[in-house]
């Protein structure tokens, strides 16, 4: 493997790679170390000391917390077409792997698949010492940064941000740059059916569709109303429309059954945040059903039930 430090790094390179300064200061990122207004304050200068090396491709290994899982070949062939001519501006960073062996991407995954195409053998790349967290949210940011995610990439990635590293919503919107609705909101697109949700990352139909057939008490009427939306080509303010009638004749039936159980399931929403519906098995049973979505919302209403 061939070792060079090279000076001039790509526009933006400031933003994703800490300074030397910073790493000698400590190891171990601070809390705040990938919030957006941090990344925003790094420099090219500051970066340009850091020491690029040049890594064989056939060594590299993508991120296995990688967000983003659809890259377009027209894309991919337009910039491997730009690296035969520039190369590449901006290195791609990387964490060492089996003593130096391999490497693990952290930032870079549309430059190394370009590369591979334009048929280079090696690229220019950053080494850096970061756990699985920092390589999650790295990864997450650059993609963010670029709007390089669909919807359901997004939220899959806050939602592993979640379950796998045990950060609540407010912290994820914090390391984001983003308000806790945004993450909660996100997250909740996972709840829809996989038909709905494939078709939100494909682009089939937009984010604001989606959150609109999330109002839908279920997922049978999600399925029916989204199939519309596809055969009649709805729009926002149709899907809208559609929603409040099915909505409409929901608390139709819920108040010609009993209009104690209506009371009753909003005492309820208002007490756990939440939905709940009460449904009713004879005269003295029933089950009472309340949604929740993501980690942190279902140890919220047990904090609550307990």
């Known amino acids: 493997m061939s070792k060079q430090n090279i000076g001039g790094l790509g526009r933006g390179l400031g933003s994703l790679i800490p300074s030397k300064k910073e790493?000698?200061?400590?190891?171990?990122?601070?809390?705040?170390?990938?919030s957006a207004p941090t990344f925003a304050s790094r420099s090219i200068e500051d970066s340009a000391k850091l020491q690029i090396t040049e890594i064989p491709v056939e060594i590299i290994f993508s991120n296995k917390y990688q967000p983003r899982k659809y890259f377009a070949q027209k894309d991919l062939e337009e910039l491997a077409a730009s690296i035969k001519e520039h190369g590449i501006l901006q290195p791609l960073v990387v964490v060492e792997k089996d003593e130096g062996r391999g490497y693990e991407l952290?930032?870079?995954?549309?430059r190394l698949r370009a590369s591979k195409i334009a048929g280079l053998k090696v690229v220019p790349a950053i080494v850096r010492d970061y756990g699985e967290l920092e390589r999650l949210e790295l990864a997450l940011i650059e993609n963010i940064q670029r709007s390089d995610l669909n919807p359901i990439e997004e939220a899959s990635a806050y939602q592993k941000l979640n379950d796998n590293f045990g950060l609540t919503h407010d912290q994820i919107a914090k390391r984001m740059g983003k308000s806790?609705?945004?993450?909660?909101?996100?997250?909740?697109?996972l709840g829809l059916p996989d038909e709905i949700q494939k078709a939100l990352a494909e682009g089939k139909i937009t984010e604001g569709h989606a959150k609109i057939l999330m109002e839908l008490k279920d997922d049978e009427k999600r399925l029916a109303l989204f199939k519309r939306v596809l055969s009649e080509k709805l729009t926002i303010t149709d899907t809208t429309h559609e929603v409040k009638k099915v909505e409409v004749k929901r608390h139709a039936r819920k108040v010609t059954r009993d209009p104690n159980v209506a009371a009753y399931e909003d005492r309820l929403r208002s007490s756990l945040?939440?939905?709940?519906?009460?449904?009713?098995?004879?005269?003295?049973?029933?089950?009472?059903?309340i949604?929740?979505?993501?980690?942190?919302?279902?140890?919220?209403l047990i904090d609550k039930l307990s």
């Open 23 to 34: 790493n000698e200061e400590s190891k171990q990122p601070s809390k705040d170390y990938f």
């Open 291 to 300: 949604e929740y979505y993501g980690e942190e919302e279902f140890n919220g």
């Open 273 to 289: 945040g939440t939905r709940v519906s009460i449904k009713r098995k004879g005269k003295h049973a029933g089950v009472i059903v």
């Open 106 to 110: 952290v930032a870079g995954e549309r």
């Open 180 to 189: 806790r609705p945004v993450i909660s909101n996100a997250i909740r697109l």
